[in-house]
DNA sequence: TCTGGGGTCCTAGGACCC
DNA sequence: TCTGGGGTCCTAGGACCC
């Protein structure tokens, strides 16, 4: 028999808005939110933003009334910022197990299944959160778990019960009954708004009730992914720790236009601007594509207005990471599948099938002069656009950027050096 | 007037093969 | 005129996540 996982799932809170704190401490007290790019949606609000009723992914045009009456402190998305305080935090974390997974900008799953028993309970993770604190100033929540979905859970009481001083530890399963009575079936990971909508007509509302579903019928009646959730909650274990990086399986750029753009020349601009930075994503990680694609879309929530959504793909000649390749291909594809007389609000390009650089194999009829040729001149073009000294092709022009709505944005404080806080000698 | 961006995984259905 | 069955691979689209 294997001995149990345990899964510690750390989550730093309201992230955004704690970043920008960093270098705000006036702003504690306050009602703090941080909008999504072109100041569209809030992604990130503090507890007091939360009390004001102010929801989560909510277009900022719905709550213009609440930002004015209360007083709320908005900002733009400063994602530099953000990478570069997440890199703190898991560079902290990761010194507390064998293994650990980053989930996404905020989280990360930490393996204390190794570890004795003494060394991954509530006394340990309270130790992380003020090691994490004391190197980052973030506060971090902590779920203990012999799932990644009942840590997800444990993470989620963490949060939402203050008393626990944002630990819990749920590996007894006195304590995974309790909590499974308390929440939503639709608080349970990988159940969405629309599973969870199909299981309340079968009369499953809570996650308890969900566990104790029999997971081949879910199987039969939903998917794999609810009979997984149904075994996770059980203290099965479904979904192993993975490398995230290493298995990356697609590069996407896209961005909504500030407003709408109707000819084909804006459009060719931005196609080019994001399958440059696609590009550069990808030698920034040594990968090579093998495929890409272009997108456009009329604005679906306005249905005033003619819809048109279209994609196109198409191989490339050889695997590559060659902006100029792509480039010439994304705009072929665009052009392809534009089409006169709509408004554009979104366009985007993705790469796939990728391949790790180091192991590709050149074909019999490429010429490898060229190829290594191609390879120093996109080094030297990061080598420039890394200074900050912006270098483009031909066709991508000063960019998108410049329509992009960013009205609130802090300055990059721990990133550009003309930013970053002065002290005040006395 | 104003609704993000970047991902993964799963599924159904078609093409194709023997 | 009758017109199988089983398998694989690929792709587009859906659902979900943060």
Redesign the pocket.
């Known amino acids: 028999m294997t001995a149990p996982h345990t899964f510690a799932l750390v989550d730093c809170n309201n992230f955004y808005v704690s970043c920008e704190r960093l270098f705000r401490p006036d702003l504690r007290q306050r009602p703090v939110i941080v909008l999504?790019?072109?100041d569209?949606?809030v992604?990130s609000r503090s507890a007091e933003a939360k009390a004001l009723g102010i929801g989560m992914?909510v277009?900022a045009?719905q709550i213009r009334h609440i930002i004015e009456r209360e007083n709320v402190v908005v900002f733009s998305s400063n994602y530099t910022l953000y990478a570069d305080i997440s890199s703190r935090v898991m560079a902290t974390l990761e010194s507390f197990a064998d293994a650990m997974e980053i989930?996404?900008?905020?989280?990360a799953f930490l393996d204390f299944s190794s570890m004795g028993a003494g060394a991954r309970g509530e006394a340990f993770a309270r130790h992380i959160q003020q090691t994490v604190a004391r190197h980052t100033g973030i506060q971090v929540s902590i779920g203990i778990a012999p799932t990644k979905t009942l840590a997800?859970l444990a993470n989620l009481a963490a949060k939402k019960y203050p008393a626990t001083g944002g630990v819990v530890d749920l590996r007894d399963p006195e304590r995974q009954h309790k909590l499974l009575k308390l929440v939503a079936a639709s608080d349970v990971?990988?159940?969405?708004?629309?599973?969870?909508r199909k299981l309340e007509v079968t009369g499953i509302e809570t996650a308890w009730q969900l566990a104790c579903a029999d997971p081949v019928q879910m199987r039969k009646r939903f998917?794999?992914?609810v009979s997984r959730a149904v075994h996770e909650l059980n203290g099965v274990s479904c979904y192993e720790l993975?490398d995230?990086r290493a298995?990356?399986?697609?590069?996407?750029?896209?961005?909504?236009f500030g407003s709408p753009v109707t000819n084909l020349e804006s459009l060719e601009l931005a196609v080019s601007e994001y399958a440059s930075r696609a590009a550069e994503?990808l030698r920034e990680e040594g990968l090579l594509a093998g495929v890409v694609s272009v997108f456009v879309r009329t604005?679906q929530?306005?249905s005033h207005v003619p819809q048109y959504s279209n994609?196109a793909?198409g191989e490339l000649l050889h695997p590559t990471a060659d902006t100029r390749h792509i480039l010439e291909r994304s705009l072929a594809l665009l052009r392809a599948i534009w089409k006169d007389r709509y408004q554009y609000?979104?366009a985007?390009v993705w790469l796939a099938e990728l391949q790790p650089q180091a192991s590709y194999q050149h074909g019999l009829f490429e010429d490898a002069e060229a190829r290594s040729r191609s390879q120093s001149l996109m080094a030297a073009l990061d080598h420039i656009n890394r200074r900050g000294e912006h270098i483009w092709f031909a066709a991508k022009g000063a960019g998108m950027d410049r329509h992009m709505r960013r009205e609130h944005v802090s300055p990059a404080s721990t990133t550009r050096w003309a930013d970053i806080p002065k002290a005040q000698a006395k």
Do not use: M
Request: hydrophobic share 20%; charged share 20%.
């Open positions: 999504s790019n072109n569209g949606c992604v992914a277009p045009y989930y996404s900008i905020d989280e997800k990971w990988n159940v969405g708004r629309r599973t969870s998917s794999i992914t993975t995230v298995t990356r399986r697609q590069v996407l750029c896209s961005r909504s994503k604005n929530h306005n994609s793909t609000v979104k985007g």
